[in-house]
């Protein structure tokens, strides 16, 4: 005995067939919320990330980034499809209304949880992103904190880099300076002469190095600086077209998904697209 599960066509005027219904809505943007979840986190785990502050990252290849580009836009396809399939397959129809307008109102619904979905994750990104802040950065003047220290991290580390020294010696302050410092090595007339010779003397005074060896460090560092400087540029920018593309992409296959999933719901048939793709595959399995 087979049980077959229904939805119950609601009667209604021209203009009740235009409300949406929120139920199916928020049902598809939490289903392509958790599906995105899964799928990112699956993603970071294994190494697909298109930034990260790791200085072990800035020796990854282009082809990294593109692959983890090309994973962002993929997931982001397949939760906001699945998102939008729920959202117009448990929406109730409406009993005498033209095949046009059911799908137009399909397509709204996958759209609705689409747009739900997309301020969902926005909350949580800044949600997550506010907590994971290093609360004592919070209690220090400016003057001891510095934007360059997660990016620089490394390169501040080898900067002042010591064989012998105090262990009470707090150089929050130097390092905070030195990062301000360094951010300046990547602009169009690069590091003024002023500060790289105030960056040898600091360097020279808190290690205890020779003002030559001092020299040397100081532009090793810089050099450094720039290139992740210029690659935290090259993957930020990466990042936005990947999340700009994989959103605006999200989108159409909420639509299109949602329509399917009407159709689905109707008992109708399927866009010919997609009727040609499960022919195609019941011809391969006969072959099989």
């Known amino acids: 005995m087979t049980m ?6 609601v009667r209604g005027d021209i203009a009740s067939r235009r409300v949406l219904q929120w139920s199916p809505i928020f049902l598809g943007a939490l289903s392509a919320t958790a599906l995105s979840f899964i799928l990112v986190t699956f993603g970071a785990t294994i ?5 990260s502050t790791s200085p072990t990252w800035r020796d990854a290849s282009a082809a990294l980034w593109i692959l983890s580009g090309l994973y962002l836009i993929i997931q982001a396809v397949l939760s906001f499809g699945l998102g939008g399939y729920l959202a117009g397959r448990v929406r109730p129809s409406v009993v005498a209304a033209p095949s046009e307008e059911t799908e137009h109102l ?12 997309v301020v969902i994750a926005a909350a949580l990104a800044a949600l997550i992103g506010g ?3 290093p609360r004592s950065n919070t209690s220090l003047p400016a003057a001891r904190t510095s934007a360059a220290e997660p ?39 690069g590091m003024s002469a002023d500060d790289r010779a105030y960056l040898i003397q600091q360097v020279a005074g808190t290690t205890g190095l020779a003002p030559g060896e001092a020299e040397r460090r100081v532009d090793g560092v810089i050099a450094n600086s720039k290139l992740a400087i210029a690659r935290s540029r090259r993957s930020t920018v990466i990042l936005a077209f990947s999340v700009a593309t994989a959103v605006l992409l999200g989108a159409v296959a909420a639509w299109a998904a949602a329509c399917a999933g009407g159709r689905h ?6 866009p010919e697209w997609m009727a040609h793709s499960n022919s195609i595959a019941g011809r391969r399995t006969v072959l099989r």
């Open 4 to 9: 077959e599960s229904t939805v119950a066509p």
């Open 47 to 51: 190494g697909l990330g298109v930034t």
């Open 106 to 117: 399909d397509g709204l619904h996958g759209l609705g949880a689409w747009a739900l979905a």
């Open 131 to 133: 907590t994971a802040l």
């Open 151 to 189: 990016l620089l991290s490394y390169e501040l580390d080898r900067l002042y880099r010591a064989g012998r020294r105090s262990p009470n010696v707090d150089l929050t302050s130097e390092r905070a300076e030195a990062g301000r410092i360094l951010l300046t090595a990547s602009s169009h007339d």
């Open 265 to 270: 719901r109707d008992g109708a048939p399927l």
